[in-house]
């Protein structure tokens, strides 16, 4: 998009919001608590004005609030499973409403038929995108991390490398990476730091997460490609404390605390987060080969099980904010910071014949941030958002040793190169950001809203070999400009939703070069680059619980610091890459259905994914020790998966889901081939990605056990399949050889006990029960069969 349009385009929608006449707002607000006659919440329960549309979801604590107009009206309260009550009400201007409610247990002997409340998960599922909701209090006493429950959920894959803090490669239908975007209550990870990722972040932090498949919101303000998750957290003002600690196999312990609490007087709001996460990664690696020393002229290769030695894991992240809420000038003010320290050991890279023991990783983070929202800012209906941010994530690779190392612990000493293959380095790597993003919305009227984005995301790259050079004082910059305009439309009483969007992407590159070949004196060359993305997202119910949704977006995924600017080391910069792009399509069918104390929810999906330019690592100069990235390929990704759940009261859960996506090489005519010479694997499946995967779960629990009441006992079982896949590309491959990565099927199962209330919790784990060889990605093994406890405060 022309950059003097968009300006104009910009500029006529905040005239038009800004001549939009100012509305009083005759709005009272309802609120209030629902519990059972044992005192526990009753999560999701539906409060509506009966005969209105005004009403009301409670949260995961039973607290609901909503607001409606002057009046007398009915309050009506109705969950699965529970008798509705009914209780009348006035709303009167300028005075708050509260009413509590304490429901009783719908008998089975009598013919009533209760409503379910939709859960916020629910409601974000029939959202005219393609979504994957997932509530996590239900999980909440489990050992998992956020990656692990994400593997389980439609159309997600994730690939870790190893144990706890490996790599790992995000997948949604069939696009990885860097095309899949992070964040956490809408703010992107990367924030907090290379410490703060999916496979340190412990359960209890997070409240829900969300899984946008293809097509991204304009509200997050990113440049994702392939898709986007967004964990959020708690968010009601209330006390509560949620402090947890499990030890498990291979020595691995997992510390969590999360918090809040409120001074009456002076209104001042407290928030505490961090976590500590440690562990040896000690597992067996099966078959592995080791050198067996014959005489001083003779050696021989010979394959055993060895342990890892060089696998040590530490992480631990502290975050505070300290704020205001419910003002008449601000419904939230907070300003807040985090900092966070990472110490690994890496025992091996993508090829598991390679081992180290002195290649090590350090880093540290800090930020400091501010966020600010207001509904009904300007003119009822029209609500701000604001977050900033500075933030600064280091780390250093340490590889001084002349060695090769083997599994069994043996290495060879005196080589002319470091274990990585090059020459000795303690290499730096420094990265401080400046972020902000802004949303603006006005809902024109009940069928009409706005909404606009604008995200700054500047960074700075610093990369220097301490044992070369001092550190790095010309650094490269980065600078993203993302504007979003979306607008929502209703009709038929909401049966029909539109959501149309168009996204601007400015990028600002300023490149240091050496004036003078091989001199430490730099300049600064800049460039700007800027392109235009759009989308439409629609849901049709044919019945409340019955609909039909397709969407469609043209993204954009801008090249990131570390491919621009290289590390110094391994990577050479390339200031000529540009960003890939992909139009993604999606057409999905959900279903649900509520009888008496039975839930049922069905959802399928169809869709496409045709990429181009993908950016990927080539061996820079013949050099394979060395790469660039470069924008190098096409590809085609086309899918179906499917899920359905079941529930039966809070007796009974169960879902199973399956995933079918291929991905092929749409490039005819490979980068740096001559032209006319087609690809050898043009229309070949992209190898290592799997390409058939499905899970299912099963969940049974009792409350009021042992005859005492507000306690509970709850066993879960689940199930992962990976059908086999090629490792290298299907022409040059074959299943029955080393190849391929086979089949797999992993089972974990858990067992919970939780009393007074939920106040105490404790639970038993299984990993991998019957201990099989399991793979993820270059057919790096993952730990065997692993056991956890875990022990569990919740007080609010």
């Not at 709005?27 to 009403?55: D, E, M, R, W, Y």
């Not at 994400?150 to 696009?175: A, P, Y």
């Amino acid at each position: 998009m022309n950059t003097q349009y968009t300006k104009y385009l910009l500029l006529a929608t905040l005239c038009l919001w800004g001549f939009i006449g100012h509305s009083q707002n005759n709005s009272i607000i309802i609120s209030g608590t629902i519990k059972t006659q044992n005192g526990s919440p009753v999560s999701f329960a539906n409060v509506s004005l009966k005969n209105t549309q005004h009403g009301a979801v409670a949260d995961d604590y039973g607290n609901y609030k909503f607001s409606g107009p002057e009046g007398k009206y009915t309050l009506v309260v109705s969950y699965l499973g529970f008798a509705s009550v009914e209780k009348p009400i006035k709303l009167e201007k300028g005075k708050h409403v509260t009413h509590h409610f304490t429901l009783k247990e719908a008998s089975s002997d009598l013919d009533e038929v209760t409503v379910m409340g939709k859960s916020k998960s629910r409601q974000t599922k029939e959202l005219p995108l393609s979504v994957n909701a997932i509530e996590l209090k239900e999980l909440s006493n489990t050992t998992l991390n956020l990656n692990e429950v994400l593997n389980k959920s439609t159309g997600v894959k994730v690939r870790e490398q190893g144990g706890m803090g490996s790599d790992f490669e995000f997948s949604i239908n069939g696009l990885s990476g860097r095309a899949v975007r992070f964040f956490i209550d809408g703010i992107p990870l990367d924030v907090m730091g290379s410490g703060m990722s999916l496979n340190n972040i412990p359960i209890n932090i997070a409240e829900r997460v969300v899984v946008y498949k293809g097509v991204v919101p304009v509200h997050l303000g990113s440049d994702a490609l392939g898709g986007a998750v967004n964990i959020i957290t708690n968010q009601n003002v209330m006390d509560y404390l949620d402090a947890s600690y499990s030890l498990g196999s291979f020595n691995t312990h997992r510390l969590s605390l999360t918090g809040q609490h409120r001074n009456k007087k002076t209104g001042l709001v407290l928030k505490a987060s961090g976590f500590i996460n440690y562990s040896d990664n000690d597992y067996t690696m099966y078959g592995v080969r080791t050198i067996r020393v014959i005489d001083q002229d003779n050696s021989e290769f010979v394959t055993g099980d060895h342990k890892r030695f060089h696998d040590q894991y530490k992480t631990a992240l502290g975050q505070l904010e300290l704020g205001l809420v419910d003002k008449s000038w601000a419904d939230v003010l907070y300003i807040g910071g985090s900092y966070s320290e990472t110490d690994k050991e890496i025992q091996t890279g993508t090829n598991q014949d390679i081992v180290y023991g002195g290649v090590v990783q350090n880093g540290s983070a800090y930020s400091g941030s501010l966020r600010y929202s207001k509904k009904d800012i300007v003119t009822k209906g029209m609500d701000l958002s604001i977050f900033a941010s500075i933030s600064e994530d280091k780390y250093k690779v340490t590889d001084t040793l002349y060695r090769q190392y083997y599994w069994d612990g043996f290495y060879l000493d005196d080589l002319p190169s470091a274990e990585q293959g090059g020459g000795a380095s303690i290499f730096h790597v420094k990265r401080s950001k400046k972020f902000i993003r802004t949303n603006l919305s006005y809902k024109v009227s009940p069928q009409h809203s706005l909404g606009i984005n604008y995200t700054f995301d500047n960074v700075k790259n610093f990369n220097w070999d301490a044992l070369d050079v001092d550190e790095d004082d010309t650094p490269g910059k980065l600078a993203k400009h993302n504007i979003g305009l979306s607008y929502q439309q209703q009709f038929w009483n909401k049966k029909l939703t539109n959501t149309f969007f168009i996204k601007y992407y400015g990028l600002q590159l300023d490149e240091p070069f050496a004036l003078v070949e091989g001199s430490r004196e730099r300049a600064i060359l800049t460039q700007w680059n800027d392109y235009t993305g759009y989308g439409i997202g629609s849901r049709y119910n044919f019945k409340e619980n019955f609909g039909l949704k397709a969407s469609y977006e043209k993204a954009y995924r801008l090249q990131e610091v570390g491919e621009l600017f290289g590390n110094g080391y391994t990577v050479v910069s390339n200031s000529d890459l540009g960003p890939e792009s992909s139009n993604n399509y999606n057409l999905g069918l959900f279903y649900g259905a509520n009888f008496k104390n039975q839930s049922l929810f069905f959802e399928t999906s169809a869709f496409i994914r045709d990429a181009e330019n993908f950016i990927a690592p080539v061996a820079y100069q013949s050099n394979s020790r060395v790469i660039r990235y470069e924008n190098t390929s096409k590809a085609l990704v086309q899918g179906v998966d499917a899920e359905v759940k079941y529930s039966y009261g809070n007796f009974l859960n169960a879902t199973a889901n399956v995933t079918y996506q291929k991905t092929v090489d749409n490039t005819q005519y490979p980068f740096g081939s001559n032209l006319g010479t087609e690809s050898p694997t043009y229309k070949n499946q992209l190898p290592n990605r799997p390409w058939l995967f499905g899970n299912a779960s099963v969940g049974i629990g009792k409350s009021d056990v042992f005859n005492q009441k507000g306690n509970r006992l709850q066993f879960n079982w689940d199930f992962q399949y990976v059908h086999w896949y090629y490792l290298t590309w299907e022409n040059y491959g074959n299943k029955d050889n080393i190849n391929t990565i086979p089949d797999q099927y992993i089972q974990n199962v858990s067992l919970s006990y939780s009393f007074k209330g939920g106040r105490y919790n404790i639970a038993v784990e299984g990993r991998n029960i019957t201990d099989q060889l399991a793979y993820d990605n270059f057919r790096l093994q993952k730990p065997g069969r692993a056991f956890s406890i875990k022990f569990r405060y919740f007080i609010k």
